[in-house]
Nanobody
Framework: QAVESGGGLVQAGGSLRLSCAAS????????MGWYRQAPGKERELVAA???????NYADSVKGRFTISRDNAKKTLYLQMNSLKPEDTAVYYC????????WGQGTQVTVSS
């Protein structure tokens, strides 16, 4: 239901922009979220956005990450700035709460 892209290897302090191309008709009416899972840790929600654009962020990324969406294109974005090594994880998009089968995600690796 969703294909994530845009991950990569970046130095601390750098930036990346993730994209999530979704299929299905529910994208435009659902709260969408970006999640991440670091090795040995549980998957966590890092940012969410309502269909009207109201956003919410985990404290760990507040002020550094920006979530946005294009309902016409059924695409979700995550702009990540001032990246830290602790942001290293596989990033996924899904509805919030998660209703879709999880996709492959996109790996983000931040080197110190």
């Amino acid at each position: 239901q969703a294909v994530e892209s845009g991950g990569g290897l970046v130095q601390a302090g750098g930036s990346l922009r993730l994209s999530c191309a979704a299929s299905g008709s529910i994208f435009s009416i659902r709260v969408m979220g970006w999640y991440r899972q670091a090795p040995g840790k549980e998957r966590e929600l890092v940012a969410a956005i309502t269909r009207s654009g109201i956003t919410n962020y985990a404290d760990s990324v507040k002020g550094r990450f920006t979530i946005s969406r294009d309902n016409a294109k059924k695409t979700l974005y995550l702009q990540m700035n001032s990246l830290k090594p602790e942001d290293t994880a596989v990033y996924y998009c899904n509805t919030n709460p998660s209703l879709w089968i999880w996709g492959q995600g996109t790996q983000v690796t931040v080197s110190s």
